[in-house]
């Protein structure tokens, strides 16, 4: 099995700043892709940022020059810079992770969620 812990949520002041950590651990041989999904209440889940193995990104159009997904491989672990920050970026934040285990099995893995509330 494998788990996300996320963390760094929380309340900031429109065109403020977060940053969100997530690790992963288990039963993991490789981890080809990470990234960052949210959810505001009455919406569907989107996509915020992905980073598969390697050093290319893939943003969101709404966060695009305001927030940087990052990657530590050797930690399995993935950030996510939160700058200039917008009431509209207020939900859940998801950590999502796919990853070959040591069985050689795939899957989706995602992280319990953390709140981040912009607002005055």
């Known amino acids: 099995q494998v788990q996300l812990v996320e963390s760094g949520g929380g309340l900031v002041q429109p065109g403020g700043s977060l940053r969100l950590s997530c690790a992963a651990s288990g039963s993991i041989l490789r981890i080809y892709v990470m990234g960052w999904y949210r959810q505001a209440p009455g919406k569907q889940r989107e996509l915020v940022a992905t980073m598969p193995s390697g050093s290319s990104t893939n943003y969101a159009d709404s966060v695009k020059g305001r927030f940087t997904i990052s990657r530590d491989n050797a930690k399995n672990t993935v950030s996510l810079q939160m700058n200039s920050l917008k009431p509209e970026d207020t939900a859940v934040y998801y950590c999502?992770?796919?990853?070959?285990?040591?069985?050689?099995?795939?899957?989706?893995?995602w992280g319990q969620g953390t709140q981040v509330t912009v607002s005055s």
């Open positions: 999502n992770a796919g990853v070959i285990q040591a069985d050689g099995k795939t899957g989706r893995y």
